[in-house]
């Protein structure tokens, strides 16, 4: 109990002010596509942005 009790005091004190919250500018980023090109966030500036992060090995 005592370690979930910290563990929920560390992610709110430390983790949670490092996110972006909503109307928050996103930091600029590259990434591989699927479809192997590159995506840069700052290409797509002012446009609203659906991102769909999938994990794989």
Known sequence: MKKSLLLIIFLFLFVTPAM??????AAPFTKNTL?????????????????FFVGYN
Do not use: T
């Open 20 to 25: 972006a919250g909503v109307g928050d500018p």
């Open 35 to 51: 479809e192997h090109g590159q995506f840069n966030l700052d290409d797509h500036a002012g446009k609203v942005i659906y991102m």
